[in-house]
């Protein structure tokens, strides 16, 4: 079956710096997602990609979809204490959606 | 709107209990979805739905069965509940048309199988 591999897996950044986690892909995918899950809670979409190139931002923000249709990355600036949590990727083909494993993010005051 | 809900919110079984997931949705989406989150792991998909009276199987479908009688309802059942089972389950809604396929989720449900 379809699969992602999320990296990193785990990240411990300083508030403030910058963050960057990425997803591979062996399928190509039409719409890439990234989510954010806190704990006890469900994912919630962050940015949603369509366009394979596309570069779209949402606040502090930024993920890409490859060229190739089969990696994207999400980049997060300045990072702050909230935005502790897992990210997850996502790509959907059809009528499937596929995640990746997740990168847990720890941001140290 | 309240989104995708998801009931109950936690759960525990004996093994070889049945119960039923309940999930419904007020956004009037044609696409729903199930999947499981083992600790440490990504959302596993289970079944899946693209309008009522249809549904397929996902990725670990075994265990489990659906049923989609109305477009706001994708109920989740385990027959014979088994220690592996054990997981916390979301239910997901999306309105897939151009482009826009952005999966809605519920707060999940945690089940414990003993």
């Known amino acids: ?109 | 709107n309240a989104g995708v809900t998801q009931t109950p919110k936690f759960r525990i079984l004996k093994i070889g209990q049945s119960m039923t997931l309940q999930c419904t949705q007020d956004m009037n989406h044609n696409y729903m979805y199930w999947y499981r989150q083992d600790p440490g792991m990504g959302l596993k998909l289970i079944y899946y739905s693209v309008g009522a009276g249809i549904t397929d199987k996902g990725e670990v479908p075994n265990g489990y069965n659906v049923s989609r009688s109305t477009t706001e309802d994708f109920p989740l059942r385990l027959e014979l509940a088994a220690p592996s089972q054990t997981s916390v389950y979301f239910c997901a809604s999306s309105r897939p048309g151009q482009g826009l396929t952005e999966a809605f989720f519920g707060q999940g449900t945690r089940l414990t199988v003993v």
Do not use: H
């Open chain 1, 1 to 109: 079956g379809q699969q992602l591999n999320q990296s990193p897996q785990s990240m411990f950044i300083q508030e403030g710096e910058d963050v960057s986690m990425n997803c591979t892909s062996s399928s190509i995918f039409n719409t890439w997602l990234w989510y954010k899950q806190d704990p006890g809670e469900g994912p919630v979409l962050l940015i949603a990609l369509y366009k394979a190139g596309e570069l779209t931002s949402n606040g502090r923000l930024t993920a890409q979809f490859g060229i190739t249709r089969k990696d994207s990355f999400l980049n997060i600036s300045a990072s702050i204490p909230s935005d502790v949590g897992i990210y997850f990727c996502a790509g959907q083909l059809s009528e499937k959606l596929v995640f990746g494993k997740g990168t847990k993010l720890t941001v140290n005051p």
